[in-house]
């Protein structure tokens, strides 16, 4: 097996952005803090850099110079196509996320999936590039 005894986990996940500003008020919405924000020079232009993290889970926000972030702006594939969100309480969180005007994918949200021992129940939105943000509790019993 490659990278036995060395492959810890999740490091982050990195996401290309069409604007950084945008996405981080997003992130922050649901307690992810900006850890780091740099701008990198490259030939081709700037980078512009966010390392958001909440409850161990690191997000890389990044927007790349405008030329490209037209094309990713385009894309119909190639953002992740979701990042599940640990939950304690899966009816709380829906019913904070529906007050705060975001719209559910899922209908009949939280949706039940007879994963793990017990099951899990989740719902998803959409983050401001397309990305979809899915909140997910593995429940007990």
Known sequence: MLLEN?????????LPVTNL???????ENFGFITTLRTDLQRA????????LEQGGLT???YELPEGQRHEIAG???????????????IEQAFREITAAGFEVLE????????????GVKFFAIRGPDGEKVEFNQRLSK
């Open 6 to 14: 060395n492959l810890r986990g999740l490091q982050h996940l990195g």
């Open 21 to 27: 500003e945008r996405s981080q008020g997003f992130y």
């Open 44 to 51: 081709e232009g700037q980078i512009r850099v966010a390392m």
């Open 59 to 61: 997000i890389e926000l």
């Open 75 to 89: 894309r119909a594939e190639g953002h992740w196509d979701h990042v599940a969100l640990d939950v304690a309480d």
């Open 107 to 118: 209908k009949d949200a939280p949706v039940f999936l007879p994963f793990w021992e017990h």
